[in-house]
Nanobody, 124 residues
Framework: QVQLVESGGGLVQAGGSLRLSCAAS????????MAWFRQAPEKERKFVGG???????????YADSVKGRFTISRDNAKNTVVYLQMNSLKPEDTAVYYC??????????????WGQGTQVTVSS
C-alpha cells in the first residue's frame, strides 16, 4: 500500500509562486509514475503534469495550460518526494491539488493511489 501526503499549498497573489511537495511511502520507488491533478470548485479533476522515472532516467510532461509555468521534479536523494513548482500563478490556477501514483499519463482513473489534496488559492 502506498501513502501520499501533499504539502505546500496556500494563498498567493497572481504572478507569484508556490512549491507543492508529495511525500510517498509504503514501497520502494526505483521506478515509478506519479502525477499532479487539480480540481476547482464544481469542476472535474484535471491533469496538471506527470513524472515517470526508472533509475536515473526521468521524464516529465505537462498539460498545455501549465506548460512553461509549472515544473515537476523529484528529489533524487529521497526517491519518495516529488515537487510541483508553480510560477506565474493565475487566478484560474486556484484549485485543490492532488498527488497521484501508479497510473498512466493523464488518465486519472488509472491511478491507484491519491493524496488528500492541498488547497492553492491565487488572488487577483
Amino acid at each position: 500500500q502506498v501513502q501520499l501526503v501533499e504539502s505546500g499549498g496556500g494563498l498567493v497573489q497572481a504572478g507569484g509562486s508556490l512549491r507543492l511537495s508529495c511525500a510517498a511511502s509504503g514501497r520502494t520507488f526505483s521506478s515509478y509514475a506519479m502525477a499532479w491533478f487539480r480540481q476547482a470548485p464544481e469542476k472535474e479533476r484535471k491533469f496538471v503534469g506527470g513524472i515517470n522515472w526508472s533509475g536515473s532516467y526521468t521524464y516529465t510532461y505537462y498539460a498545455d495550460s501549465v506548460k512553461g509555468r509549472f515544473t515537476i521534479s523529484r528529489d533524487n536523494a529521497k526517491n519518495t518526494v516529488v515537487y510541483l513548482q508553480m510560477n506565474s500563478l493565475k487566478p484560474e490556477d486556484t484549485a485543490v491539488y492532488y498527488c497521484a501514483a501508479g497510473g498512466i499519463a493523464a488518465a486519472a482513473g488509472t491511478y491507484d493511489y491519491w493524496g488528500q489534496g492541498t488547497q492553492v488559492t491565487v488572488s487577483s
